[in-house]
């Protein structure tokens, strides 16, 4: 039995190593040796529990899944928090406690579900990936209101980086505040072109503060 227990393990890391693969190659931070060992931790401990639990008697092994369940959305927690709450963060959360889960199928003995939900993961990562670059690409809609001290000199400047960076903006507005002026526009672009935007804008002299809004 000690021999099929590491058996488990070895598939249960293989297939984590298939996820682990496209994690690494995005380069996020569980790359292959986090899916690698989270997989085979949970195949081992979801072995163990079957064992011990016998064939005659399977359903006593699932507190001990359920534990390990737990255990594997309290670090899925741990990613989202120290990610911030970002939608990487979210995304890297849900794959290690999908690889914990096909850890278990591998050790309790589901290998073609184990099989099928780790290629079901890669290929909707890829897929998901491609879909996004292709959003990225059409661009969404930013409104700014960018803070200066002489709104005439600071427009021209902003002209110059639309120019630069291939942006066109829809509308834009100049009113008068208490300490200064404020340019209110929208403009239709990505989210690296509306990052490069904002860091050139900061670096025109009188402007104090850019703030963003996607729209």
């Not at 064992?51 to 959305?73: C, D, R, V």
């Not at 890297?92 to 939900?117: E, K, M, Q």
């Not at 340019?183 to 509306?194: G, L």
Request: glycine letters at 10%.
């Amino acid at each position: 039995m000690g021999i099929e227990i590491i058996l488990k393990m070895l598939l249960a890391g293989v297939l984590g190593g298939i996820v682990g693969l496209e994690r690494e190659i995005s380069h996020k931070e569980a790359g292959l040796k986090v899916n690698v060992l989270i997989a085979m931790g949970s195949a081992l401990l979801a072995g163990l529990a079957v064992e011990l639990a016998g064939e005659s008697q399977i359903t006593n092994a699932l507190p001990m899944l359920a534990h390990i369940i737990t255990a594997l959305g309290l670090v899925g927690a741990g990613i989202v928090i120290r990610e911030r709450f970002t939608a990487q963060g979210l995304t890297t959360a849900a794959t290690v406690w999908s690889v914990g889960a096909i850890g278990i199928a591998v050790g309790t003995g589901y290998y073609l579900a184990a099989f099928a939900a780790a290629i079901f993961i890669v290929v909707g990562l890829t897929a998901l990936k491609i879909i996004t670059a292709v959003l990225e690409k059409q661009g969404k809609v930013f409104a700014y209101v960018i803070s200066t001290e002489d709104s005439a000199s600071v427009i021209i400047e902003i002209k110059k980086v639309l120019m630069d960076l291939g942006i066109k903006y829809i509308n834009a507005n100049i009113r008068k505040s208490k300490e200064g002026y404020e340019i209110e526009m929208a403009v239709h672009t990505s989210q690296t072109k509306n990052k490069s935007f904002i860091d050139r804008v900061m670096q025109i002299p009188d402007v104090k503060e850019v703030t963003s809004e996607n729209l």
